[in-house]
């Protein structure tokens, strides 16, 4: 790496690849430690890949493998996980850098760490490195020659992943963990804390790497029989990434996937857990809401999917159509929209018989508020509609001295009545209206209708303003805890929290202390090893001892 003089320079460090595999020097995890940090900082830089690299980490996870008295010796441990990482960085951006490593014979040894040949954590820098690989047009086949196998493996690991994790590192004390798990978790410089947040990490990216690689076999309608099996597409509704990996799709990024194929739309149709859990992830805070949005509308533009998913999908989307962009898309409300009431006119002359009133009294109320209302306001002048807020305005004011003197019931009809009244253009005053609305569902024990308005509130307010409604949020926070949905009461907790912390000097703000608790709480709930230590004290089972390679 010193040599100044460039041909030299990389005629020795090619020698040095070929070499690194034949020899064993404690040096080694030096040298491999530093081309880590250099193919971290610089994944397009030519120089290596060019100069035999793929090979030459192929060749190290290999001798890991089958080598157990040598992996065990000094450092050598590190190894293989040092260069499946090194692999995994370099093919990530770059085709050229991936067809060279297919052509270094990289796929074989990584399957073998992802088989489970060494610990969980080579499997997750194993599964980082095949995804990329799968990722790319130019090396996708090379990783399809062994497909069933691949994704039978991702499968397994996305299920079973957290399990692993808890029961071979969480659950253990800390004496009982490998040392150079531990080490690799905190660079050396962690404590208990440390080690247990970095593990929490690892598991979730462990298990997004895993759908991520379902993903490329997915895009492709490839293997969709393996993927859409029943079991599997539960399990997906609570792979969800966690709060320490928001920016991987995971398991809805996934079933989005699935849902731009017929296969993929007809087993997810079927499945009414799923469908449910699309629908929360839609009325939510989270950062996959488009997608969790894009799947059930492209299960409602199926003919053979749609009457199968209205029922339950149908109040959940009427709350959303006035969201103006959203994921890079314009005008998804209007989407949203046309897309409910595609066939309404059917429905209205009698052509179409739905079986649930809900469903046909959701799609009535929606035609009414967005076609016939409008075209009739938009007929009004300037006067009428003035006169309309005014009135309105008296309603609300009616219902908050409802509200104040107890009489929840009398305060949600005079707030109805005046939502029934107020312009479609008052928008502000619509807010209001939905989240006080909201307020007395809450007292009333109401959470679906609670939902439905703060999430109204919530969409009108990314419209009127900049900002969003804050104590819609809260309220609907509150909502989902009702319901037992931890995850999004949580996503709506936080966001209301960011919402007041923007909103104020930072200086002396303080997190409110209801708000606060129901972090915490739902923090508990949401932990990515909540069900598994559930059931690892249900059983009194003790935790398999990690004893080297198998």
């Not at 804390?193 to 790497?209: G, I, P, T, Y």
């Amino acid at each position: 790496m010193s040599e100044t003089i460039p041909p030299l320079r990389r005629a020795k460090i090619a020698r040095y690849f070929k070499q690194m595999p034949l020899r064993d020097h404690q040096e080694h995890i030096l040298a491999l430690s530093g081309l880590w940090k250099i193919a971290i900082t610089n994944p397009n830089d030519p120089e290596f890949p060019s100069l035999g690299i793929f090979r030459c980490m192929a060749k190290l996870i290999q001798k890991g493998v089958t080598n157990k008295d040598w992996l065990l010796r000094c450092q050598n441990m590190y190894i293989p996980y040092y260069a499946a990482h090194i692999i995994g960085s370099y093919t990530m951006n770059k085709p050229g850098f991936a067809d060279k490593a297919v052509k270094s014979n990289v796929f074989q040894p990584l399957m073998e760490l992802i088989r489970g040949k060494i610990s969980w954590v080579e499997k997750r820098v194993a599964l980082r490195a095949l995804g990329h690989l799968a990722s790319h047009e130019a090396t996708f086949e090379a990783v399809a020659e062994h497909e069933a196998e691949v994704v039978e493996a991702a499968i397994d690991i996305a299920s079973t992943c957290l399990k692993e994790v808890y029961e071979k590192f969480v659950a253990l004390k800390e004496s009982e963990r490998l040392e150079y798990h531990r080490n690799l978790l905190t660079r050396g410089h962690g404590d208990l804390e440390l080690e247990n947040r970095k593990a929490e990490e690892w598991a979730s990216q462990l298990q997004c790497w895993s759908l991520y690689l379902l993903d490329c076999f997915a895009c492709r309608e490839r293997s969709l029989e393996l993927i859409c099996k029943k079991r599997f597409l539960k399990d997906l509704c609570g792979m969800w990434g966690g709060l320490v990996n928001p920016t991987s799709p995971a398991g809805i990024g996934l079933l989005r996937t699935l849902c731009d194929t017929q296969m993929g739309r007809e087993s997810v149709a079927d499945l009414e857990e799923v469908v449910v859990n699309l629908c929360n992830v839609s009325r939510s805070s989270d950062d996959r809401q488009h997608m969790a949005i894009d799947s059930l509308l492209q299960l409602l533009r199926d003919p053979v999917t749609r009457y199968k998913v209205l029922d339950t999908t149908a109040p959940v989307l009427a709350d959303l159509v006035e969201l103006r962009s959203m994921g890079g898309k314009p005008k998804v409300g209007q989407a949203i929209m046309q897309t409910l009431l595609q066939d309404y006119h059917k429905i209205k002359f009698g052509e179409l018989n739905l079986k649930s009133e809900r469903t046909k009294r959701t799609l009535k109320e929606l035609w009414e508020l967005k076609v016939e209302r409008v075209k009739r306001e938009s007929l009004m002048n300037e006067e009428e509609i003035r006169e309309k807020k005014v009135l309105a305005g008296i309603l609300k004011q009616e219902g908050n001295r409802e509200f104040g003197s107890g009489d929840i019931e009398k305060a949600v009809m005079k707030y109805t009545e005046a939502l029934d009244l107020c312009p479609l253009k008052t928008k502000k005053e619509r807010i209001v209206l939905h989240s006080n609305r909201a307020q007395c569902h809450l007292l009333l024990r109401e959470p679906e209708a609670a939902l439905s308005d703060t999430t109204r509130a919530l969409c009108l307010s990314n419209v009127a303003s900049a900002c969003v409604h804050s104590k819609s949020l809260w309220r609907r926070s509150q909502a989902y805890d009702m319901k037992g949905l931890a995850k999004e009461s949580l996503m709506d907790c936080l966001m209301f929290i960011s919402d007041r912390f923007g909103s104020r000097e930072r200086k002396g703000f303080k997190i409110p202390h209801y708000a606060a608790r129901m972090v915490n709480k739902q923090m508990n709930a949401t932990w990515l090893f909540a069900s598994v230590k559930l059931n690892w004290n249900a059983t009194q089972q003790e935790p398999e001892r990690f004893c080297g390679p198998k």
